[in-house]
């Protein structure tokens, strides 16, 4: 059997992490496996000695061609099924596929126009799979047919962790500058800790730009702060390894690949108590500490608290991490899907054999505000952890 991961791009996010574990374990079972990117690849993914096809249709910045391009590659490549994957260029192709090729349309965001086109499209979709239950919650109701959707906890490949000797009282944050993921929490919960003699570090990744830099530069014991900027994904296992502590700050966290991956290094999520996919990936004071979204008092104690009873999580965040959320036992779920899927009656797509138009990138109405009062909008939300939960699903307007 033929199976296809299409994803938009290899250069960042969660989405490209697990379509290249689904495509590996793929692989090792046996299928015939493509993972194929509207952009070039980058050289991390074509330097490695991967299992499976990596294909490209080498597009550039918006990739509006990429609805006639997915047509002809099929019609060269043909696929038993296709695996779509955060990828809004293709949303308006689906009524155009082949009804020999089983489609699944993958949801890996709360975010309306990132499940929209599953539920457009779901009479000429064959499944829906949505990556946690806070995602599948947001669309659920809009199904027709239930039987379509399935919810399937994403997985990892993790890392090997050999256990230092004693690790030392650090945190790790991956959320760059980026308002929505907690940038300002940051800045504010290492004052509050530094007031308070905490003695470990804190390595900030992510990208970060010159003028928030200066903001970390202005923080009390800046020469405990190390900025790492954005960095391969074994760099930050490395440090995780040696850290207990990761800051989930995020007001919206679809899953939680982030999370799981520190975890399974060692480290221990102190997060704000809302309703993200990090719940469905922890339980409070066994795997994860919570405190009260924006209450930075009580976010510093927190992280206090797993630095100074770090033995007693350590083991089971790591357990929790390797165990349920390995890749072998997602694609368990994936496989079974698969073969669900391929067991169904064929689809007569609604507009097979024409040709797609090329894909339009929709107007996004904050994007025409001019640039400074964007920055500006973003960083008022950015300081606000209850107004950037509540304004968390309007990205992309």
């Not at 509006?64 to 994957?85: F, G, K, M, R, Y």
């Not at 949303?91 to 975010?111: E, G, M, N, R």
Request: net charge neutral; charged share 20%; glycine share 6%.
């Amino acid at each position: 059997m033929k199976l296809c991961w299409l994803i938009p791009d290899d250069r960042s996010g969660g989405v490209a992490s697990v379509a290249i574990s689904c495509c590996e374990q793929a692989a090792k079972a046996g299928y015939e496996t493509t993972l194929l990117l509207v952009l070039e690849p980058t050289s991390r993914l074509t330097a490695n000695n991967l299992p499976f096809r990596v294909a490209s249709f080498g597009l550039e910045g918006l990739a509006e061609e990429t609805p006639v391009e997915l047509i002809n590659w099929l019609s060269d490549h043909p696929q038993d099924v296709l695996l779509l994957n955060g990828c809004e260029q293709t949303d308006a192709v689906i009524p155009y596929l082949p009804s020999t090729i089983k489609c699944i349309y993958v949801v890996h965001d709360t975010a309306y126009r990132y499940w929209k086109a599953s539920v457009k499209q779901e009479s000429d979709l064959d499944a829906v799979v949505a990556v946690s239950e806070t995602v599948a919650r947001e669309f659920r109701q809009y199904i027709k047919n239930s039987q379509k959707l399935s919810v399937i906890l994403n997985g990892c490949n993790f890392s090997d962790l050999q256990q230092p000797i004693s690790r030392k009282d650090d945190i790790i944050f991956l959320g760059g500058d980026n308002p929505r993921k907690g940038a300002f929490d940051a800045l504010k919960i290492w004052s509050e800790l530094s007031n308070h003699g905490f003695i470990g570090n804190l390595h900030w990744f992510g990208n970060i730009s010159p003028t928030f830099q200066i903001k970390i530069k202005q923080l009390p014991d800046f020469e405990h702060i190390y900025i790492h900027g954005h960095v391969e994904r074994d760099v930050i296992f490395n440090i995780a390894s040696s850290a207990k502590v990761i800051l989930m700050l995020s007001r919206v966290e679809p899953f939680g690949m982030a999370t799981i991956e520190a975890m399974s290094m060692g480290c221990i999520p102190v997060a704000w108590d809302i309703e993200t996919g990090t719940k469905e990936i922890v339980s409070a004071n066994k795997t994860a500490l919570f405190a009260p979204l924006g209450d930075i008092k009580i976010l510093a104690n927190q992280v206090f608290r797993a630095c100074n009873e770090y033995e007693a999580f350590a083991n089971n965040v790591i357990e929790q991490a390797r165990s349920n959320f390995d890749a072998t036992v997602m694609w368990k779920h994936y496989e079974s899907l698969i073969k669900e899927v391929s067991s169904l009656p064929t689809i007569s797509r609604s507009k097979e054999g024409q040709k797609p138009t090329n894909y339009k990138p929709p107007i996004r109405r904050f994007q025409l505000l001019p640039s400074p009062v964007r920055s500006a909008i973003r960083d008022f939300v950015g300081r606000s952890p209850q107004l950037g939960y509540l304004l968390r699903d309007f990205r992309g307007l």
